[in-house]
């Protein structure tokens, strides 16, 4: 268990993610992750509160975001709790369904994924957050480099990383993961250790999306080959300083035209799915 914790702690030192000045916001969805990063930061004499984005998929969400409520309360750390139906009207399965009905194929994992970082970033900066904390752990890590890597996405790639980001704006909060070099078998072991209140298992939304296959591929291997997850992290890393180097762009921050959030083209990709549903 102090493994964790020393691996968490040197993660936060060496990459100079944060300091006890700064408010944490904790991207938290009531999983084993988000809510170990928030039970360490806490313990470590940090400063998290939590914030938590219920893309409202049944009982699956409403069950994580109960445990969350009880865990933040006897912690005595600050929640807020933002819902899809109060931001954009719909569900997340409901949005996917009404996609699917005007043709346009997106899984649940993509739609989910995109609108939750707008959200995410919208509310850190009402909230006044220095910095957005998720719970990403090393397996996590070694998928996206790979996914990636696969895809030949080496922009996308050297965005990865303790930090995220190549370029820095006022509008956009910095990302940060504090549970970058822990590996997942760790944090199952450490969180049920503690009795967290949380379930294991995976989202029931996340079925035939790509990283699965990525995990498939990289468990099965790290299995007959110890060591591979952080082989990935380490070789990654060692390049990473050229990739952003290649890709910092010198231009401004470009935002949406239609909702002035940092956006990559003239339109952000939550309002290119907003416009689709309700056009």
Not at 4 to 22: M, R
Not at 195 to 217: A, H, M, S
Not at 236 to 244: C, Q, T
Request: with cysteine; proline share 3%; net charge positive.
């Amino acid at each position: 268990m102090d493994k964790v914790e020393q691996k968490v702690k040197q993660t936060i030192e060496k990459y100079k993610l944060f300091t006890k000045k700064d408010k944490i916001l904790v991207a938290s969805s009531g999983g084993k992750d988000s809510t170990t990063a928030l039970y360490i930061l806490n313990k470590l004499g940090y400063n998290p509160e939590a914030i938590a984005v219920d893309p409202e998929i049944g009982d699956y969400t409403k069950n994580n975001i109960e445990n969350l409520k009880g865990f933040c309360k006897a912690y005595n750390i600050r929640l807020k709790v933002v819902l899809f139906r109060e931001e954009f009207g719909y569900s997340v399965c409901y949005i996917k369904s009404l996609l699917e009905s005007k043709g346009i194929n997106l899984n649940s994992c993509t739609i989910c994924g995109v609108l939750r970082r707008y959200l995410l970033n919208k509310y850190a900066r009402k909230l006044k957050a220095d910095v957005i904390a998720t719970g990403h752990n090393l397996d996590d890590e070694a998928q996206a480099v790979m996914m990636n890597l696969f895809k030949n996405n080496l922009e996308i790639l050297s965005r990865q990383g303790p930090m995220s980001g190549t370029n820095f704006d006022k509008k956009l909060v910095p990302r940060i993961k504090p549970l970058y070099f822990v590996e997942e078998k760790d944090i199952v072991e450490y969180s049920k250790s503690h009795n967290f209140p949380v379930k294991y298992g995976t989202c029931p939304c996340r079925t035939g999306v790509y990283r699965c296959t990525i995990d498939e591929l990289l468990s099965k291997y790290e299995e007959k080959h110890r060591g591979t997850h952080k082989n990935i992290i380490k070789w990654f890393l060692r390049i990473l300083p050229e990739l952003k180097k290649k890709y910092k762009s010198s231009d401004k921050q470009a935002y949406c035209s239609n909702c002035g959030e940092p956006a990559r083209k003239e339109v952000c990709m939550t309002c290119q799915i907003l416009s689709k549903i309700k056009g």
